[in-house]
């Protein structure tokens, strides 16, 4: 039996601690990816100042950040085929470890900019295929029951040490430099990539009728999964649509903050760390409290905070003001990537939950290219306040075009998933997983 299956109805959910303490798998991934994703925000900062100094150019540093967020995302449906292929352990220690490597070789050489823009898209390439596998490995670690709590966790323990990272490279560099960052980076790769050695086999789902097709065709039935089952493509559209509409605060609340508020260098800083603070606050609340309200509930407030925050933010009269709403507004983002993991854990098949994974994160990741870009026009041809407010009011509408759909489509999906069950279940605890998503 799945650890997704195992349990009853009167078996009580896990803290978060107790959910670390007895899983020696999740904590094993938890670990893991705390202390690669920490790793990976000491090199950011790494590899921007050395770009900076030594090509001296913004334009680099943005082709950078551009070739590490945004290149990746492109590759999503192949990354989420990789994760379904094959044993979800292998692959995820062969993303790490891979990624150390790659880091280590630009610590070592520091190549110029046409070679580190490479390097530096093969190992964003390997993070992309790490993460829908980690995320489809969730549910054979954890009791299906503690999917909420996993989920909050594990959010919690990488934000934070994204967080984090910056404040460590800033330590680092006067006893290290930029080359010994990148170098603490790559170790802290291969030390993850050591912890999942602990982890059991996670084998792929065969294949229906046990057909081999190729990676292309994993890769495009993915992308037709996704179409096809409209529960799951509510949620996705929904969350690129908010993506899309708010992805731009950061630059306009660095904006607001140096040139309507007046607030400096100082003021900016602490207002853009506003909705860092509040989503570890919006982690550990979600892994206390998720299990309260359903996960159609968490996903609405979730949109609606994230979005109502920024239009709230654009109303904003002081940076005190600003930095409250931005704080709250953590809560909803922390809320709505719960509730999404959570749910397509739950209902997407086992053997297609890497793929979804992978085309949802990618899409994120082009809905964020797209505000950046259309927001930043925007931005500039209005003002701070202006965008904000626009970017809170287009969520606002999404949000409740997601409420209105999505519990309609879930009672449909689950109706069709107990008719396709007329014996009670078919064993592998999926009829249990679906009958936990409720509107």
Not at 338 to 360: D, S
Not at 391 to 408: C, D, E, I, R, S
């Amino acid at each position: 039996m799945s650890a997704s299956a195992e349990g009853t109805d009167t078996e009580p959910r896990e803290t978060a601690f107790r959910v670390l303490l007895g899983n020696p798998g999740f904590r094993s991934l938890w670990s893991s990816r705390v202390l690669s994703v920490g790793g990976d925000a000491l090199s950011l900062v790494a590899l921007m100042l050395h770009v900076s100094n030594t090509v001296g150019q913004a334009i680099a540093v943005s082709l950078l950040l551009l070739v590490g967020d945004f290149v990746p995302s492109l590759l999503s449906p192949i990354a989420g085929a990789i994760s379904d292929r094959f044993d979800l352990k292998r692959v995820m220690i062969f993303c790490e470890i891979g990624q150390g490597v790659i880091i280590a070789l630009i610590a070592f050489s520091l190549p110029p900019l046409p070679l580190l823009l490479v390097l530096v898209g093969l190992r964003a390439i390997g993070g992309q295929i790490f993460l829908p596998a980690s995320r489809a490995a969730i549910p054979a670690l954890v009791r299906d029951k503690d999917l909420e709590t996993a989920n909050s966790t594990l959010g919690f323990g990488t934000n934070a040490a994204e967080a984090l990272g910056p404040l460590v490279a800033a330590a680092l560099f006067p006893f290290i430099g930029i080359r010994g960052v990148l170098f603490v980076d790559a170790a802290s790769f291969l030390i993850a990539g050591a912890l999942l050695f602990t982890l059991k086999s996670i084998p792929p789902v065969p294949a229906e009728g046990g057909e081999k097709v190729s990676l292309l065709q994993d890769a495009k039935s993915g992308l037709g999964y996704i179409w096809s089952a409209k529960v799951v493509r509510v949620i996705a559209l929904g969350f690129c649509a908010i993506v899309a509409f708010n992805g731009v605060d950061d630059v306009a609340l660095l904006v607001l903050a140096k040139e309507d508020f007046a607030a400096g260098d100082s003021g900016a800083a602490l207002l853009l760390s506003a909705v860092g603070i509040g989503l570890l606050v919006g982690y550990a609340l979600t892994a206390r409290y998720s299990t309260r309200v359903s996960l159609v509930t968490l996903l609405v407030i979730g949109f609606a905070v994230s979005s109502i925050g920024n239009l709230l933010t654009g109303l904003a009269w002081a940076v005190a003001a600003a930095f409250t709403t931005q704080f709250i507004r953590g809560f909803g983002i922390a809320a709505m990537d719960v509730a999404t993991n959570t749910m397509l854990q739950r209902l997407v098949p086992a053997g297609m939950l890497g793929r979804v994974f992978g085309n949802l994160y990618g899409a994120i990741g082009v809905a964020a290219a797209v505000s950046y870009i259309a927001g930043g026009f925007f931005l500039d041809a209005t003002s701070a306040p202006t965008t904000l407010i626009v970017a809170g009011a287009g969520g606002t509408l999404a949000t409740v075009a997601v409420a209105l759909t999505l519990p309609g489509v879930l009672r449909r999906h689950n109706a069709s998933a107990e008719a396709a069950t007329p014996d009670g279940g078919t064993g592998d605890g999926k009829e249990d997983r679906v009958d936990n998503v409720r509107e």
